[in-house]
């Protein structure tokens, strides 16, 4: 009976670690957000580059930005008049940016290229041609 007992103790400490273990190897290989990211670069000691961009009618400003391929920067969006979309498909960001509130979005590009980002609120006639030129470099 207490070989029994101690053959199950064995058995139930050896699944907890393995199930342990295995948690652990899952944790590792989930995705994290560019936020994390950003921040994990900031405990590094390496403070990610802050870019402000501000939104106004018909315009962002600066208009166009340079990035480097795989280096987080954040990306500081304030508007001026009204509520703003900033959204990009190929940088992963879709946001809204609202008047008076600063929003801090981290971004880590993946790819080298040349991406538009585009304002996703109509703010009025000129609400088409709001854009802004993200060139990401090697």
Known sequence: MKTTMIVAKNRIVKTIVLAAAFGLALAGLAPRGSIVRAQEAAN???APQVIEISAKKYEFSPSQ???KQGVPVILRLTSTDRTHGFL???LKVDT?????KS???AVTPATAGTFMVICDHYCGTG???MKMKV????
């Open 44 to 46: 590094a000691g390496v």
């Open 96 to 100: 809204d940016i609202f008047p008076g």
């Open 88 to 90: 990009s498909r190929a």
């Open 135 to 138: 060139t990401v470099v090697q």
């Open 103 to 105: 929003t801090d979005i």
């Open 127 to 129: 609400h088409g041609n």
């Open 65 to 67: 930005i340079t990035l």
